[in-house]
């Protein structure tokens, strides 16, 4: 069995066929790394060139909103979850010609609105649903069938997110009126959710093993239940109701929780340990976003801003946090000697979330070219990311080992 960092104990080693193919994290990281690029190109022809795209009827900045929460997050929740999974429960998980077909599906969700062609879009969400779903029953078999029941939190995520895609289409189409934002915003909020449960699990961990020295981190019960009590009124009230003043109210309360949080975890010898920092440097900007969301109600923020510090700093920060790491484990590689490069991926990838929620604040009469510029540098980083990793995740473990 593995822990999250892929050490293994001795285990029969089975043929799965390629090895990008052993296990959940190696397909669909290189998906989700390729189609970072490959969306980002898309939307930058898009919205800073004018270049007209068909995406099969959909308006290129739903299309956009849509793949970077369905298309790009759900590869990386999909490749983490159907890897950590085996870790947690001992049972085998999809691998092989199964992790193959789930792939495929996905690509094809993908590549529809991509195409050219003129497809019906009802096509395009049965593919995104079917999706979901069949990785939903994925995950929550090998749970069930060894009653870990406390793991059930998480992956309910995963069916609540198939629900806010069937919205978002029922919109798409007409027949929910508000179905579009309901689905795409409570999506994020759930994305958001998801994130904030993995750091609080994890961060701790890779703090107290990543750092030089001994160290002690706080962690209160009585915040993480406030946090998740305030994070689902926010949700409520911001996607389903007017409340302006508690949608603000609660946004700040809860970056205050969790500056908490995060103060009782802080150490400064985080910035020496880039698969340290760059986790810590995520959750910094969700509190923003938090911020960010206050403002747009009292200070009248551009409500953009807000969504780009929860998805370019939060989620990318996050998500390329937690690939290369998973990735470097998994591959039977030294996760306290990584390559050089991540400092670079991660720099890039942080200087572009800084780019496209900072500087508009700074002087908006250039938005277009931050957009741009921050587009460019989430591009560099993946390409890099991409580089690096992909001989990693093609090729078999170092080790010899399964996975």
Not at 278 to 297: P, Q
Not at 370 to 384: N, P, R, V, Y
Request: aromatic share 12%; net charge positive; hydrophobic share 60%.
């Amino acid at each position: 069995m593995l822990n999250i960092d892929g050490q293994l104990s001795e285990e029969k080693l089975k043929d799965y066929g390629l090895p990008i193919f052993r296990l959940g994290f190696r397909a669909f990281f290189l998906a989700a790394g390729i189609f970072a690029i490959i969306s980002m190109v898309a939307w930058m022809a898009s919205y800073v060139f004018s270049v007209e795209f068909l995406f099969s009827g959909m308006p290129a900045s739903l299309w956009h909103a849509h793949e970077m929460i369905f298309g790009y997050a759900m590869a990386v929740v999909a490749g983490f979850l159907l890897t950590a999974i085996k870790n947690w429960t001992g049972v085998e998980v999809l691998r092989g010609i199964p992790l193959a077909s789930l792939l495929a599906l996905w690509l094809v969700a993908r590549l529809m609105p991509l195409s050219g062609l003129t497809i019906p879009v009802m096509l395009i969400a049965i593919a995104n649903i079917a999706f979901l779903l069949l990785l939903t029953i994925a995950c929550l078999r090998p749970v069930l069938k060894v009653k870990q029941y406390k793991q059930v939190g998480i992956i309910s995520k995963l069916f609540l997110l198939a629900l806010c895609d069937v919205v978002f289409y029922l919109g798409i189409t007409g027949m929910i009126n508000d179905g579009v934002h309901w689905g795409l915003y409570s999506a994020l909020y759930i994305l958001i959710a998801l994130v904030l449960v993995m750091l609080r699990r994890v961060m701790p961990m890779f703090i107290k093993n990543g750092i030089d020295g001994d160290i002690e981190l706080k962690n209160r019960a009585w915040l993480d239940n406030a946090s998740l009590v305030l994070l689902i009124v926010l949700w409520i009230s911001d996607v389903f109701t007017s409340y302006d003043q508690l949608t603000a109210a609660t946004a700040m309360l809860l970056a205050l929780l969790h500056m908490i949080r995060l103060a009782g975890w802080y150490t400064h010898r985080i910035w020496r340990k880039p698969l340290v920092w760059v986790l810590v440097a995520a959750y910094g900007f969700i509190i923003l976003g938090f911020i960010l969301k206050a403002l747009a109600v009292y200070l009248n923020a551009a409500p953009s801003l807000s969504l780009h510090a929860f998805t370019v700093g939060g989620i990318g920060l996050v998500t390329i946090g937690m690939m290369t790491r998973v990735s470097l484990g998994h591959t039977g590689r030294n996760v306290f000697q990584p390559p050089a490069i991540l400092f670079w991926i991660f720099a890039t990838l942080l200087l572009s979330a800084v780019v496209r929620v900072l500087l508009p604040l700074i002087d908006m009469e250039f938005y277009i070219y931050w957009i741009g510029l921050s587009q460019l540098l989430w591009m560099i980083a993946f390409t890099l990311f991409v580089v690096e990793y992909a001989p990693m995740l093609l090729n078999a473990r170092v080790d010899g080992r399964d996975g």
